[in-house]
Every structure is written in structure tokens, then in C-alpha cells.
Nanobody, 116 residues
Framework: QVKLVESGGGLVQPGGSLRLSCPVS????????MAWYRQAPGKARELVAR???????DYIDSVKGRFTISWDNAKRTVDLQMNNLRTDDTAVYYC??????????WGQGTQVSVFP
């Protein structure tokens, strides 16, 4: 099973920014949905943002206006720009790719920590 490898996590203060990136292997084709999930300690994994193959985006309410998901077709990366980070954004963030078959591909996660 092909694994995705996220990057860009780290430790920032509230109000700071981070950009997560997820390169997608060329062996993964017929992509229909690209998404970012997160899981905070003691909580279930939740969908944060997604973009489909038509470019339509969706976000959970708590990140609207602060996070932006994008797909670079030339580089084959799905990115998550996170601005004005808050302490409740602290979590492990996972990249998820869904194909038309459908197949699901996941990354190993990248830690985002927001502390004063």
C-alpha cells in the first residue's frame, strides 16, 4: 500500500501560521478527493478540509477563514495553509487521498502544536 508523507508541522504560538504539504505519488491515479484530517489527544479523528477533483472545497466551521486547502496539479501536492492558529488546533494532521475505485491512502501524520 502506498503511503503518503506529510511535512510542515511544528510548534507555533497562537496567531502563527504553518503550511502542511502532502506529495502524492504518481502511482496514485484517478483522484477524486484530497483531504486533511486531524486528531487531538483523546478525541476522534475529524475532517478539517477537503478539495475534490473539480476544485470545490469544504471546511469545518472552526477553521473557515483561517485555513486554505489547495491542490497543485503540476507538483502533485495537496497543501493546507493554516493562519491565525489557535491552541485548539493542536493535533496530529493527516493527509488523505481517495480515488475513483475507491481506494483510500493515508499519511503517517505530522504534529501541529500551538502553545503560548
Amino acid at each position: 500500500q502506498v503511503k503518503l508523507v506529510e511535512s510542515g508541522g511544528g510548534l507555533v504560538q497562537p496567531g502563527g501560521s504553518l503550511r502542511l504539504s502532502c506529495p502524492v505519488s504518481p502511482v496514485i491515479n484517478s483522484i477524486t478527493i484530497m483531504a486533511w484530517y486531524r486528531q487531538a489527544p483523546g478525541k476522534a479523528r475529524e475532517l478539517v478540509a477537503r478539495i475534490d477533483d473539480s476544485g470545490r472545497t469544504d471546511y469545518i466551521d472552526s477553521v473557515k477563514g483561517r485555513f486554505t486547502i489547495s491542490w497543485d496539479n503540476a507538483k502533485r501536492t495537496v497543501d493546507l495553509q493554516m493562519n491565525n492558529l489557535r491552541t485548539d488546533d493542536t493535533a496530529v494532521y493527516y493527509c488523505n487521498i481517495v480515488t475513483s475505485i475507491p481506494e483510500h491512502f493515508w499519511g503517517q501524520g505530522t504534529q501541529v502544536s500551538v502553545f503560548p
